[in-house]
Every structure is written in structure tokens, then in C-alpha cells.
């Protein structure tokens, strides 16, 4: 394992304790820019928790930044702060966080940005990341600005949906086996069922 695989699989680790699931259940997404001043993100978290009635929980350790739990009865996020750009961690197959909680902060942080950025810099690129289920660092990245809003979000919903496929199909698997196995202890029941039934004389 590498450094950065070391690192991501940390911050998984630490964002999963936070949410109650495993590691490689979690999925980054990072929006690529420079932040000026940590008050981009107190706004954002301000804004979420006004415009969403999201509740907030600090995380000051393990997220490799400043972190911030935020949620509903729906749907939880951490958004982390870095000098680098925004971060939002959020469990994979979470479908109340996509199609809500995700959408709304990667709007928020473009009015944001626009309204502090001199030059309305808003080409940012977004990355995402997750643990697959060796533990091996996986990435994908969007670039532009626009394409990154909505790619980002179908590219989650992407992942999402590997995620929950591949769920299904090791429950169906489980539930083959299972079946199996019913079968025989059926067959094994029935055999004795014969062999105790006294015969006619």
C-alpha cells in the first residue's frame, strides 16, 4: 500500500466511524481549487445549515483537514476543508445524499467561489475517489467547470449504482446458497420422515 493509498484509506476509515459503515462504503469527492480564506467554507456550512436545516458536528481529526458532519433525518455528508479545495465524503448508495445533499452543496460552493473569486474562477476540477474491495485506491476525475456539475454528480450516481449492482449480486448468490441448502436439509428431513413411518401390516 502507498502513501496516498495509506491516506485515503485513513480518512475512509475515519468518515466510516462516522457514519456507521465501512470503509468501502465511501465515496470523496473533491473540487480541485485554491481556497483564499477558511471563510469560503463557514459560509458554505452556514448556508447548508440555513438553506437545508442541516444539522453540524465537527470532526477535527483523522480527515486530513477540518471537517464538518452534516445532515438530516435523510441524508448525512462530511465536508472536509482543505487549502486545495473542497471535499465532500458521503456513503456510497445513499440516494437521498445524491439527488439532495450533493447537488445543493456543489451549488452553493459555485455561488461562493463566484462571489469571492475576483476573476469568477469557476473552472474547478472535481475528483472521486474510493476504497475497492481489496482496499486499492480508485479515481476518476472531471474537468470544467460545467461539465463537472453535472458530470460529477451522474459519475457518483454511477458509482452508487456499481456499488448497489454488486451488493445485489452477492445477495442473490447468498440467497442461492441458502437455497441449496435448505434443499438438502428438506430432502435430508424427508428421508427420515420415511424411514420412522412404521410400515402397513
Not at 154 to 169: C, D, M, Q, R
Not at 182 to 191: G, N
Request: with cysteine; aromatic share 6%.
Amino acid at each position: 500500500m502507498d502513501y496516498r493509498e495509506k491516506t485515503f484509506k485513513d480518512k475512509f476509515d475515519c468518515a466510516a466511524s462516522h457514519f456507521g459503515v465501512k470503509p468501502d462504503r465511501i465515496v470523496s469527492l473533491k473540487m480541485r481549487d485554491n481556497v483564499n480564506s477558511n471563510s469560503y467554507y463557514r459560509d458554505l456550512v452556514e448556508s447548508l445549515k440555513r438553506e437545508a436545516g442541516f444539522h453540524c458536528t465537527e470532526i477535527n481529526n483523522g480527515l486530513q483537514g477540518k471537517g464538518y458532519l452534516l445532515g438530516d433525518k435523510q441524508s448525512k455528508i462530511i465536508v472536509v476543508e482543505h487549502e486545495t479545495g473542497l471535499e465532500v465524503l458521503y456513503i456510497a448508495g445513499s440516494i437521498a445524499s445524491l439527488i439532495s445533499a450533493i447537488p445543493l452543496v456543489l451549488q452553493i460552493w459555485r455561488s461562493i467561489q463566484g462571489n469571492f473569486s475576483r476573476r469568477n474562477r469557476l473552472d474547478h476540477d472535481i475528483e472521486i475517489r474510493r476504497l475497492d474491495n481489496n482496499g486499492h485506491l480508485c479515481e476518476e476525475h472531471v474537468r470544467g467547470m460545467h461539465e463537472a456539475s453535472i458530470g460529477s454528480f451522474f459519475s457518483a450516481l454511477s458509482v452508487t449504482a456499481n456499488l448497489i449492482e454488486n451488493e445485489i449480486k452477492k445477495v442473490m448468490a447468498d440467497v442461492k446458497k441458502l437455497t441449496v441448502r435448505v434443499d438438502k436439509i428438506e430432502k435430508r428431513f424427508t428421508a427420515k420422515l420415511k424411514k420412522k413411518k412404521p410400515s402397513k401390516k
